[in-house]
């Protein structure tokens, strides 16, 4: 399977920061990667897909890039309601897998 | 309105039975594949098993092959997880979500429900 690792674990930040998540494959991963926000008791969010897409209705402070394995999200100024988990995932093979998460914590 | 609604979990004992069911709304249901995933307390995201539209190809995560069976009834907009052989590694809020075919996202997600594997 491929595995995918995120960094950091964990993130303080303030509302206004910009904020960015970086997420590995171990393998190449062509334009296959997902971005999800994830808070307590919720459904998981999917905010970009094919690396660079922008899910309907999310808004434009998101942001993903990269290629390859190496994949980042951005947040240009984060806002309250952005506080959450973020999951990259890779759908590249028929076994898909997330990374373990990014915690966003008000600082 | 697009919905995915879980049902089915609970607390069963270690090496019982359990099937969950997701029932899909707002969309065309067997033009699409749709899995299941997991969280277990405290941890990550989890692909458990994803099912094509048509019902003619299944995909298994390690961890579960052998004891997990997914299906789906088309004409219910209706997707099923039956679980066998539980074990306490399998306690989890599991998802069902919309997608998961090689390159597919997975761009709708249920509320999840609870499975609770313990004596």
């Known amino acids: 399977d491929i595995q995918m690792t995120q960094s950091p674990s964990t993130l303080s930040a303030s509302v206004g920061d910009r904020v960015t998540i970086t997420c590995r494959a171990s393998q190449s991963i062509s334009g296959w990667l997902a971005w999800y926000q994830h808070k307590p008791g919720k459904a998981p969010k999917v905010l970009i897909y094919?690396?660079?897409s922008l899910e309907s209705g999310v808004p434009s402070r998101f942001s993903g890039s990269g290629s390859g394995t190496e994949f980042t999200l951005t947040i240009s100024s984060l806002q309250p309601d952005d506080f959450a988990t973020y999951y990259c995932q890779q759908y590249n093979t028929y076994s898909p897998t997330f990374g373990q998460g990014t915690k966003v914590e008000i600082k | 309105e697009v919905q995915l609604l879980e049902s089915g979990g609970g607390l069963v004992q270690p090496r019982g039975s359990l099937r969950l069911s997701c029932a899909a709304s707002?969309?065309?249901?067997?033009?699409?594949?749709m899995s299941w995933v997991r969280q277990a307390p405290g941890k990550g995201l989890e692909w458990v098993s994803t099912l094509s539209g048509s019902g003619g190809s299944t995909y298994y995560a390690d961890s579960v092959k052998g004891r997990f069976t997914i299906s789906r009834d088309n004409s219910k907009n209706t997707l099923y997880l039956q679980m066998n052989s539980l074990r306490a590694e399998d306690t989890a809020v599991y998802y069902c979500?919309?997608?998961?075919?090689?390159?597919?996202?997975?761009?709708?997600w249920g509320q999840g429900t609870m499975v609770t594997v313990s004596s």
């Open positions: 979500a919309k997608g998961g075919q090689l390159g597919e996202a997975f761009d709708i």
């Open positions: 094919d690396v660079f």
């Open positions: 707002g969309f065309i249901f067997p033009n699409y594949a």
